[in-house]
Each structure stands twice: as C-alpha cells, then as structure tokens.
C-alpha cells in the first residue's frame, strides 16, 4: 500500500479566485496546496498483535466478553441509549465500590486521569495535603497535588511495609489536612494499606478521605460507605477485567460539597467534576461537556455487569484464593514475598524478592520467549529488587497461577537456581 | 442475575488476630467487613447497543475494521509490540498532517483532552493567547487558556462567518501574542477558517500558531509544515473513523522549544507532554508515564492504515464531493446553508438554515424513529437556528447523503413544508 512516487497537485492560485486543486479539495483560497509528502505514508495491512498472558502488574487481559463490546458500533455521546449505558455503570460502580452515593462514574482517561480529576478538584491552592508513601503512587499524587497548589505533607512508609493507624492518626491530629491521600493497594511494592479506624479521626480532623484502588478495586474488600470514604480512584484494566481508558471515581457528599464551594474553578477544563457531573447527570439534566469514549464505556459496561453477575463476595474470595495458590507455588520453589508482614501483604500485586543470584531479567525473558507470559520486574522504590505477579481479574483463576509458578521453576531452573 | 437479599458475612474481630471473614476475603486487620449492599448490584444481561448511521457533527460510525481491531487481546502498554503499534500511529499522524516532524502522538483521552493539553502546555501563565472565536471552540479555548492563567484576547468572527486575513494580521501586529488560536473547522457554525498567509505573520509577532481540527483533520486540506502550524489537535472518530477515546497531537520543533523552556512545569501531570512524549519516544528512550488505552490505540493504528491505503488526496476529495452531492440533494428541497459565504463553508460539518416555520425538532425525531439516522441540531451560539449534517470519514458516502436528503425530504414533507 506505500506509494513513493509524490503526486503534485496543482498550484493554487493565490486570492479570491481558486485553482482546481483548490475546488476539488475544499482548501481556502490563499492556502497553498502542494505535492503530498508521501515519505510518511502508513503504516500498511492489518494489524497483528501476539497473544500473551499478562500477569504483571496491569494490564491484565481483559474478558473476551468485555472487548467483544467494543465492536457494537457507535453510538452518538449524547443518545438516550448511550446515556442509559452510563447509568448502568454508574450503578455497578456503585454497588462495587459498596455505596450509595449518587456520585460515581468513569472518567473518560486512564487511572492517571482519574487521580488526577481527584487532585484537581479536591485541593484548591493552599490546602495541606497529606501523602501517605508507601510506593510510586503516593509520590505521583505528591506531585499532582504540588502542581494544583497544594500544600503537600508526605507520610513515608518503609519499603515493603504500610503506614500503621498509630502514625497516622497523630499525623492528623497535628497537621489537620484537607485531604488525607492513600493507597489501598501499592503496585510498585505490593502493600496493602489499612484504611481501619480513620474515618473517626478524618471526621474529628475534617479531613476528606481520598484512596487510590487502582490495583486493588474488585480484588480485595471496599466499603466506602462504611468506612467513610471521601474519594476513590481506580482503573479498569486490573481487577475489572476491562481495557485501560476509562477510570472509575466516587466521591462522598462531603467531597462534593467542597468541590462545589470551590473559590475558583480547577486548572483543568477536562476533568472539572462540576462539569462532568453534569454529563453523567449528578445534578439532574445531562448537559454536554465531552464526548465520552463510547466503545470503552461499552466495554466498562460488560465489566460491571461481569460483577454483578459473580457478586462481590466471590470476587473478593477467589482473588484471595488464587493469590494463596499463587504463594503456596511459589515457597515451594524457595522464593519469598517482598512485604515481610502478613498484614502488609497485597493479593492483587504480588511482590516477590529477586533471590541472591538470580538473573531476573533473563527469568523475565525466559517466561516471555517459552510461555508468551508476562512476569514483570518492580518499579520505582523495588526497581531491581522484585518480581511482580498480578492476581487480577479474568486473569485469577488456577491455570494461570500454575503456569506463573511453572515459570518461575523453568526460569530458576535455567539458571541452576532451584531449590530442592 | 439481581439478588435482593444481603449476605451478612461475618464481623471481623478488630485488632491483630483476624477473623474469618478477613482470611477469606484479604481484608486488612480492624477493617470492618458487614453485610454486602445489594441495591446497585448490575446492570444484568449483555449490553445491546442499536445500530444508528450517525450523521451528526460526530461521532460518526467507526470504520468496522477499526472497530474490529479493539476485540484483540490487549498486550502490555510498555510491550515493545504495542510501543510499535505506538510509533506506527505516529508515523501514520505525520502523513495526515503532512509533517516530518517527530513531535507527534496521540493523547489517552478524548479531542477535550487534546486540545487542554496544547493550552497546559504551550500557555504559560501571563502569556498571551489570541483566541480566534468562530463559534464554542474558540470559547472553549478562551475559557481553559485563562484555567492555565493565559491572558486571553479574544477575536470574534461575525456568527457563520470567519475572521479574515486582514484582521488577524491587524491584531497580530498590535498584540503580538505567544499563541494564536484558530479553529479549521468550527463544528459548532460550519464553518472552515483559511490559515492562508498567517505563518509570514507568526514569524514576524513571534507566534505560535495553534489549530484546532477536531472535525477537519483528514476531510480538507491541511499541510502542518508548509503552512508553518506550530500545534494542531484533532478527534479520532470524525474523518478518521475511529471510536472518541485518542486525539492526535503534532508540535513543530518551535512549539517544542518553548514547552522546554518553560519556567514551570503545567498545572496538569496527567497531560504534561515532557513527560507524555517520553512514552512515545519523543527524545529517544521510553519512559513510563500511564498506561496507554490499548485497545483505542489498536482501533486508531487501524484508522491510521485506512488513512495511508486511501490516500489524502482521495480522502480530501471524496469529502468535497460528497459535501457537493448533499447540498444538490438539500438545495433541490430549498434549504439553505447557514454560512452564506461559499468560501467560510465547511465540507465536513455541514450547517443548514432551519427554514421558517419548520419544527427541526420533530424533523429530527422522525429521521431517528423511521431511518435510524441521526441529523443533529445546533450548538451554542447556532442551538435552534440549524440542522447540523457530518460528512465525515467511514460515513462520507453517497448512500449515506442520499438517505440524509431522503429524510429531510420526508420530514418536510410530513410538516407540509416541501418546496416543490
């Protein structure tokens, strides 16, 4: 399908009067029309993509069912059927995120954005911000929270571990943040923080509850309501099975009221909330405020309606059951978790030591080239240091744990590493 | 699928011995588990989208192979295959826009986010910005280069007209501003503003040239090099024939210097382009910045080669003449363009004058209950004064402008309106 000859076209003849070229085209009159550089014409046939299983850190393959959706053809971003799509997730949002509040639904991103629609919105210039750092995350949002003015106070956890009740209720107590940021579940370490007993202190404090379930959301226990919570992100291509881009957010009636009281409007246009409620229809009518991405809403459907159909507690128990399979394979092989405390320890994100002399990007490439499987190496704080093995999603469930730790005991293998 | 009735787990015991309801479900320590709210539990069923021809001003129906390409199986977003697919639509976006140069990709997000990261990133606060307003989009600019603390000039056309050469040449010389806006095609009016003669000017007030071709992008003539555009942002789903979810981006090495130079890094992480042109290779080697929508990508790499095996030259010619063919068809039923002016009109959003007397609303519902088609209304400055027909992409057929002047026909006809 590439062509190297240019084609010139016919000069156009500059002022009122147009040339043919630029009759045929449409081009303005004035505007040169010229030889189409054909240098960068492509790319050419179709695509082909190879099939892996991807079990790092996310995405994880996304339900068949799920992408199958993205095929339906398109509907227009304001249709009364597409509408009634984002209603139904919006619900399912709501029921996997155990909430009632009227304020869920997906922001038209990846999880970057919706982290960053949370940071916008939720601080305005001036406001103690307090980060709670047990990974990468922690210091993305430290970050974001700098660039939208606030007034950042970072918690850091030792690596490997979570930040404990203790340290943060004196935190709190102290400083009195308007937000207090944390990370359920921290892919770049595998730590699963506690989010027990804040809520009490948050509402002595008034500080707004803000938690990261990127990794984490559909895989472990989540009670927003219950707990108190102000604010939650996440992402789609994780625990819920879907393709990234589209970032499932909520927000307590109290994180709603101090976006609304806001003294000036967020930096950002795209993520304003105020503005995108309207789209979902928070505040009742529906107004236009972007053109949602209709094939992955379609997609996030299905994967909202792949929750309800298990239930939550079959979600929760069989990620907890296959990231037990995933370990009780992987000690027997000698290797050991990361995060050296039962408490701390993610199931969703699973961080396992680089053991003494062992090549693990040679491991890495060994499961790729022989099983078309993805093990990844850490990230940030554990560059080096780890293995990381995601349990999310369709991706959890027995074959795909026994394949994981059949590669492990291959790679280790290969390297006269194996235990006995 | 729905279940009514709440499964009460068990309550976890608060403190470091875990119940069993923690053990089984990963809770951590202290967190209360209860009783599963099964209100929100869904939606049930699989989704079921009908099928529309949409010939709005966008999205139009997406190419199906383009649709197809989203149900293969998704791979890793820093996978060297995808990082392929990545620079294959790169390559693709430097054919469409007609420039060799490596600062282009597209943005994880909708044409929203494409045209917020041009204004985070190329404003910097106190910098003037020239908004050329031919309808919303300009407005949009106006409002989100103050959101980045621009300081905004704002140029009004006459509604359905655009700002003429003498004009901006006028203001460009008083003003000298950082950033010029002008929108190519305003979907919004229909109108299609010549960027004829302005890149002599640019160089003079030392001015970055910023355009919007969310509608026009592939469907008229564009030459991003030889016109001298500094930054252009587009949409997926109009000419290109792709599902709303990426927009094309392109920087000249001009616009590039000045986002290096910048004394601070924007507001927005999520749409910093230092960092998001590490992902796509920008300055070499590959950095990690958010996980790319996969599957959107997988859809626009396919848009791309739908691009490349046309041709410009064709696609630019078969918009015209389908824009030709429907104003044959509406004319004969005695409508009449909105933009009066033959050389402001836009070939790909077509504008038509709602005549006096005609309920365009209920000409609109009769075109969806009878041929599934979707004639869209006004917008902004344009709401109730026009009916709004896309000539775009996958949609830009004769079948398709014969059905679009069939419906209008029999809505007028219905109403006793037909000119005979």
């Known amino acids: 399908m590439m ?77 009364p059927p597409f509408l009634k799509i984002m209603d139904e997730i919006q619900g399912g949002l709501r029921y996997l995120m155990q909430t009632d509040s009227k304020y869920t639904l997906m922001v038209s991103g990846t999880g970057h954005a919706g982290m960053e629609a949370c940071i916008a919105n939720l601080v305005e210039p001036g406001d103690k911000v307090m980060v709670g750092v047990s990974g990468i995350w922690g210091e993305r949002v430290a970050d974001m929270s700098r660039r939208f003015r606030g007034n950042v106070i970072e918690l850091q ?74 604010a939650i992100y996440s992402g789609s291509q994780k625990c819920l099975s879907g393709p990234p881009g589209a970032a499932p957010l909520f927000f307590s009636q109290k994180a709603m009221d101090k976006m609304q009281r806001r003294k000036e409007v967020p930096a950002t246009y795209n993520l304003d909330l105020n503005l995108i409620g309207d789209y979902w229809g928070w505040f009742g009518k529906r107004f236009y405020h972007h053109t949602g991405p209709v094939s992955t809403f379609y997609a996030m459907r299905e994967a909202m309606a792949l929750v309800a159909e298990e239930g939550l507690e079959n979600m929760w128990r069989r990620h907890n059951e296959m990231h037990h399979q995933l370990w009780d394979g992987l000690k027997s092989l000698g290797l050991q978790p990361f995060v050296e405390n039962d408490a701390d320890r993610l199931s969703t994100v699973n961080t396992i030591k680089v053991p003494e002399g062992v090549d693990a990007m040679a491991l890495i490439k060994n499961a790729m080239d022989k099983y078309d499987l993805e093990i990844a190496g850490g990230l940030g704080p554990t560059a080096g240091k780890v293995f990381r093995i995601g349990v999310m999603g369709f991706n959890a469930k027995p074959q795909n744990m026994a394949l994981v730790v059949e590669a492990f005991k291959d790679g280790l293998k290969q390297q006269g590493k194996l235990k006995a």
Chains 1, 2 share one sequence.
Not at 52 to 60: D, S
């Open 3 to 79: 062509r190297s000859v240019s084609r010139v076209l016919a000069p156009l003849v500059n002022g009122a009067t147009r040339g043919f070229a630029a009759e045929t085209f449409a081009a303005r009159a004035g505007e040169p029309v010229q030889a189409i550089n054909e240098t960068n014409r492509g790319p050419s046939g179709i695509i082909n993509v190879p099939t892996r299983l991807l079990m790092g850190p996310g995405p994880a393959n996304a339900h068949p069912r799920v992408l199958a959706a993205q095929t339906l053809p398109l509907l227009g971003h304001m249709h």
């Open 157 to 230: 956890a030792q690596l490997g571990s979570t930040l404990s009740y203790t340290t943060l209720k004196e935190n709190l107590l102290q400083h009195k943040p308007a937000v207090l940021f944390l990370c359920q579940g921290e892919s770049s370490t595998g730590t699963h923080q506690s989010l027990a007993g804040l809520s009490e202190i948050c509402k002595q404090t008034n500080t707004l509850l803000l938690v990261d379930t990127v990794c984490s959301l559909g895989g472990v226990p989540l009670f927003a309501d219950a707990w108190c919570v102000d």
